[in-house]
């Protein structure tokens, strides 16, 4: 019988998401379809599901959309993404991955290699996010509703003078200064590595792996070859300056861009209006 249920549960999950989804329950739907996207059509009921909850959605709701490899189990296939809404604008919607989902230097050179800074647009995290990730965690159908945000960003180059980037990206990594408008206080702001981010971190203690829940930000230090990041108690701030509410540059946590313990927590602008 345990075999039976095992072969079982799949058609029983997606028959009662499609009749919340008929109902219009479609945060209900969605919580059976993504138990079982790679059966049938799940994925795509999923996606429409998903729509239709981000269409009333508003800042502080949380969202499945897209697929990564998350509790560290292969083999049971890829689990749902979850979503924080942090801004809603013109039926697009802004979000942020409610965890850390990966664990990866901001750029994989060595920092006695760069001299100045590394700036976003050329720096390995970027590649990864808008040529390795996304195609790993969304479907063709979910990739174009995620809308190119043009980002301008400062570094300094090797000669000491400033710089300016712009790219026009699908994912994205948030400003210092998007991590202070869109979450009122440290703890809202604190990331959870995924046992999946967990796994990729070399920070240890005593021979273990140590959760840290760290994550990036995509501005350029203020030191060379760093970059600032949220640090694992929730604060963007240096901790000589406690929780300072001195915006200036030279207050914020930064650590060296080839820091292999801080984690990912990806953004992106999703349009589901069409």
Request: charged residues 25%; negative net charge; glycine residues 6%.
């Amino acid at each position: 019988m345990i075999v039976n249920a095992k072969v079982i549960q799949p058609p029983l999950k997606y028959e009662s998401g499609k009749k919340a989804y008929e109902a219009g329950d479609y945060k209900k739907a969605a919580g059976y379809f993504e138990q079982i996207p790679a059966y049938k059509d799940s994925e795509k009921i999923l996606f429409q599901a998903a729509r239709q909850i981000l269409s009333t959605a508003k800042a502080g709701d949380t969202i499945s959309f897209g697929s990564y490899e998350q509790d560290n189990n292969k083999l049971n296939g890829k689990e749902s993404i979850a979503w924080r809404v942090l801004a809603v604008q013109n039926g697009k919607a802004l979000m942020i991955s409610e965890k850390n989902l990966d664990c990866l230097p901001y750029d994989n050179q060595p920092p006695e290699s760069m001299p100045g800074s590394v700036s976003w647009e050329a720096c390995s995290l970027h590649k990864w996010l808008n040529n390795v990730f996304i195609n790993i965690a969304f479907t063709a159908d979910e990739q174009a509703s995620i809308v190119k945000t043009k980002l301008t960003d400062t570094f300094k180059a090797e000669d000491g003078s400033m710089g300016e980037s712009q790219t026009n990206d699908k994912m994205f990594l948030l400003s210092v200064e998007d991590a202070v408008k869109y979450f009122n206080s440290d703890e809202s702001r604190m990331g959870v590595n995924t046992k999946y981010a967990q796994s990729k971190s070399s920070k240890t203690v005593n021979g273990r792996i140590e959760p840290d829940g760290s994550w990036w930000l995509r501005n350029q230090g203020a030191f060379d070859a760093t970059v600032f990041y949220v640090r694992d108690t929730g604060s963007v701030y240096d901790e000589s300056y406690g929780s300072s509410s001195d915006d200036t540059y030279q207050s914020y946590a930064e650590t060296f861009v080839n820091e292999t313990v801080v984690g990912v927590r990806p953004a992106m602008w999703v349009d589901f209006s069409n």
